[in-house]
């Protein structure tokens, strides 16, 4: 089972070391020592936690639609020519970059600071792992 040292589960919950402290002291997160003496997390407990911590801020778009892979953010750039445009968003602590029509952009009013939500419907999604392939 992987465990993970308190600044690595901080990193990837977006959070400071100090927090994963406190939830350990809360009860909120249980915590192992490794065989180097360090405080550890279960990869599947940190898991669980993440998944129970996630706030999905409300779509303001007030439409219903079978992709369930939403992400409210704000357009952070929009850089167009006279036909395609790219458009980034923050969304959390995640980046997301759409490609789309400069028609789109104007019909969208899209532009920095504007709320937006990036809607993915994929069927096919790349999973890696560190390490590559065992």
Partial sequence: MPHFRFSEAARLLGV???????WVRAGQLSADTDAAGRKVVDGAELAAFARG?????????????????RFVGLVTEV??????????????MHRLVSLMTADAVRELDLRPGVL???????THVVVETPGGAR
């Fill in 16 to 22: 400071s070391d100090d927090t994963v402290r406190r």
């Fill in 53 to 69: 911590q996630a706030e999905e801020p409300p779509d303001p778009s007030g439409v219903g639609r079978s992709a369930r892979n």
């Fill in 79 to 92: 850089v167009a020519d006279t036909v395609m445009a790219k458009v980034e968003l923050q969304c959390g």
């Fill in 116 to 122: 937006a939500v990036a809607v993915v419907k994929a």
